[in-house]
């Protein structure tokens, strides 16, 4: 069965400073990755995605994210955390054994908390 | 860019009520998901529509049905509400094809029963 683990329920890190949000996951095929960010009651924001191709993903606002198959992960990095990246953040993931958009459904982690401080 | 609509953005029931939620997704997307978010947790598939037919089906409480109808807008509809169906429900759309593997969400309908 198809799952997503965010080991961390929280992460603080100085701005400034490099950040970095786990996620690792469990599929039947080959995944599709995705990480969402959500500021409180506020809908999911796309950041970025890995369908195939090259390991490392560059997304929105300076995130980036590097999909690793030996250890199944793909963590959330960023090089310089703002204290405005203080939000929720989900990985999900899609098995690319889905066929067509009759299936699709994302599985999602429990979500990782972020706080930048000052 | 147009993106995906839902409303009402905030809906306060009471137990055993009724409550209707509806979703626009985004021009020419043929896929609509649905998402429940409970308080503190990570969101969970409801149903999606592929093309106007259900595709998917997850954790949907019977009392809870959806459709999607000939514009693609789709709308869940939740009978005898209870407490623990207050949630912050997404609505997402998706097209297949090239590039379809992208999801767009809504902003969500937070539902609170009392």
């Known amino acids: 069965a198809q799952s997503v683990a965010q080991p961390e329920d929280q992460v603080n890190v100085a701005e400034g400073n490099p950040l970095t949000v786990k996620c690792t996951y469990s599929?039947?095929?080959?995944?599709?990755l995705f990480w969402y960010v959500q500021y409180p009651n506020r809908g999911l924001q796309f950041l970025l995605k890995y369908i195939t191709g090259d390991n490392l993903v560059k997304g929105s606002y300076g995130f980036e994210a590097e999909f690793n198959k030996s250890q199944t992960s793909f963590h959330l990095k960023k090089p310089s955390a703002l204290v405005s990246d203080s939000a929720l953040y989900f990985c999900a993931v899609r098995d690319s054994s889905d066929r067509g958009s009759t299936l699709g459904r994302l599985y999602f982690g429990r979500g990782t908390q972020l706080t930048v401080w000052p | 860019a147009a993106g995906v609509i839902q409303s009402p953005r905030h809906l306060i029931k009471e137990k055993r009520e009724t409550a209707t939620l509806k979703c626009y997704p985004i021009p020419r997307h043929d896929t609509v998901y649905w998402y429940q978010q409970g308080p503190g947790q990570d969101p969970q598939f409801l149903i999606s529509?592929?093309?106007?037919?259900?595709?998917d089906k997850g954790s949907i409480p019977d009392r809870f049905s959806a459709q999607q109808f000939s514009d693609y807008h789709s709308e869940l509809n939740m009978s005898s509400l209870e407490l623990g169906d207050s949630a912050l429900y997404f609505c997402?759309?998706?097209?297949?094809?090239?590039?379809?593997?992208?999801?767009?969400f809504g902003s969500g309908t937070r539902l609170t029963v009392v």
């Open positions: 997402a759309s998706s097209q297949t094809g090239q590039g379809g593997y992208g999801y767009t």
């Open positions: 529509f592929y093309e106007k037919m259900q595709s």
């Open positions: 599929v039947s095929g080959n995944p599709y």
